[in-house]
């Protein structure tokens, strides 16, 4: 597993350190002559984008980092990504230090390329004060007991995809398979959108946005970035319409206050009583779908590849985890686990994931399925993989079935 988690851990680092205003570049005029991280900021403009980007599609993400950590002696450097000074933090005192220092040292941002895209100028609170309201609005709308009312929804719909798309099949892509089964199970569960016309238009537009998210943001006809802005707007749009609807839906009694995402956004007020403004909720509901899309179906990806390099892992899995799963036996966890600040897949502090146990159940019903029906092996022994901006296998990670 030692890849994913290398490019699982890189874009962790990647995304931290993108979203801290850090004190060195905030405060620079309250501290003075402050100690900049060694490192380079690289091209006026580009800074190291170039090099960055390009390290990731040739599948060696880590390399950009690691590269710097060895030339600087150090865990922490600057550098410049997508037009914004950064500085990027790695390694398990370092995570310590911006897992509990959030908003007291470090504060989250993005790029003002990304949040062009992610938000729309009728936004006015900051991305620290937006991420806020979806880390408290989540845990109401992720809580256990609606976990639980969507897993015969997410159920039903990998067991249409797996018969749809791996049944009759001796081999299949995993990587497609499983970004579609992680899309519809958002539309699904964040909007109630099902129509498979919808979801496929939906889609189209939404790969647009994630690949041009972190581009180089030269916003003209024909760029990624560019196209980026208009995938964007088009969504929005069409959440803004479904938002609207359902507004009338939820006072006709016609929809269910209970049935998504997206009802229960609608009727959750803040300590004040205050309800959220429809263009906020489709905000929201956009940077969740780009929180948990790609993330998700990575995952998915990346263990089903594990699992064909691994058969004696896989035996394990097909046996299910646990000799007895019900019985209250903490001493399974005993042993020694990942050392403090290592293992940070879903980050830490107050900016931990809020998406997972989301994530966690729709990728253990993937594996479930999987693992259910095949065993398999993969048909590209050496596939490469491209990062962009989530690792993903070049070739979408072909496989042979054998059904049990
Ligand atoms: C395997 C799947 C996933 C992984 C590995 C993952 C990982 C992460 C990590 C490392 C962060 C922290 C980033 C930072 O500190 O800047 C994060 C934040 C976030 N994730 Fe996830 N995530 C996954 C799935 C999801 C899903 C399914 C959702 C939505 C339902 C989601 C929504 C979010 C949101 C909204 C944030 C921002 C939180 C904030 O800034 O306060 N994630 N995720």
């Given amino acids: 597993m030692d890849l994913f988690y290398v490019y699982l851990f890189s874009l962790i680092v990647f995304l931290v350190s993108l979203s801290i205003h850090f004190l060195f570049y905030k405060n620079k005029s309250t501290y003075g002559a402050v100690c900049l991280p060694p490192g380079k900021t690289g091209w006026p403009f580009f800074g190291e984008s170039l090099e960055f980007i390009t390290t990731n599609r040739k599948g060696h993400a880590e390399k950009f980092i690691l590269d710097r950590v060895a030339k600087y002696a150090s865990h922490v450097f600057k550098t410049h990504l997508f037009g914004a000074q950064t500085a990027v933090f790695c390694g398990p005192k370092e995570n310590k230090f911006l897992f509990s220092n959030e908003n007291k040292l470090v504060q989250v941002w993005l790029p003002s390329s990304v949040t062009k895209v992610i938000f729309t100028s009728a936004v006015d609170s900051s991305p620290g004060e937006e991420a806020l309201k979806i880390r408290n609005m989540l845990p109401n709308v992720l809580k256990p007991e609606n976990l639980q009312r969507y897993v015969s929804i997410i159920d039903h719909i990998a067991q249409k995809h797996f018969a749809e798309k791996c049944e009759s099949k001796k081999e299949i892509l995993v990587y497609p398979l499983a970004r579609r089964y992680t899309f519809w199970v958002a539309c699904k569960v964040f909007i109630s959108m099902e129509d498979p016309n919808d979801v496929a238009k939906f889609t189209e537009h939404f790969d647009a946005l994630i690949s041009?998210?972190?581009?180089?943001?030269?916003?003209?006809?024909?760029?990624?970035?560019?196209?980026?802005?208009?995938?964007?707007?088009?969504?929005?749009?069409?959440?803004?319409?479904?938002?609207?609807?359902?507004?009338?839906?939820?006072?006709?009694?016609?929809?269910?206050?209970?049935?998504?995402?997206?009802?229960?956004?609608?009727?959750?007020?803040?300590?004040?009583?205050?309800?959220?403004?429809?263009?906020?909720?489709?905000?929201?509901?956009?940077?969740?779908?780009?929180?948990?899309?790609?993330?998700?179906?990575?995952?998915?990806?990346?263990?089903?590849?594990?699992?064909?390099?691994?058969?004696?892992?896989?035996?394990?899995?097909?046996?299910?985890?646990?000799?007895?799963?019900?019985?209250?036996?903490?001493?399974?966890?005993?042993?020694?686990?990942?050392?403090?600040?290592?293992?940070?897949?879903?980050?830490?502090?107050?900016?931990?994931?809020?998406?997972?146990?989301?994530?966690?159940?729709?990728?253990?019903?993937?594996?479930?399925?999987?693992?259910?029906?095949?065993?398999?092996?993969?048909?590209?022994?050496?596939?490469?993989?491209?990062?962009?901006p989530m690792p993903f296998p070049a070739k979408g990670l072909p496989i042979r079935l054998y059904p049990h």
């Fill in 212 to 388: 041009g998210l972190f581009s180089i943001p030269i916003n003209f006809p024909g760029t990624n970035y560019n196209k980026a802005i208009k995938a964007s707007k088009f969504i929005r749009k069409h959440f803004l319409e479904t938002i609207k609807q359902r507004k009338i839906d939820l006072a006709e009694g016609k929809a269910s206050p209970t049935q998504d995402m997206l009802s229960h956004m609608l009727l959750m007020s803040d300590e004040n009583g205050k309800f959220m403004h429809e263009l906020d909720i489709a905000n929201k509901i956009l940077g969740l779908l780009i929180g948990g899309y790609d993330s998700s179906s990575s995952a998915c990806t990346f263990i089903v590849k594990y699992l064909a390099e691994l058969p004696e892992i896989y035996a394990e899995v097909y046996k299910e985890f646990f000799p007895e799963p019900q019985k209250f036996d903490p001493s399974r966890f005993e042993g020694f686990g990942p050392a403090p600040y290592t293992f940070v897949p879903f980050g830490g502090g107050p900016r931990m994931c809020p998406g997972k146990e989301y994530a966690r159940l729709i990728i253990l019903v993937f594996m479930h399925h999987i693992v259910k029906r095949f065993k398999w092996e993969k048909i590209i022994p050496d596939e490469k993989i491209v990062v962009d």
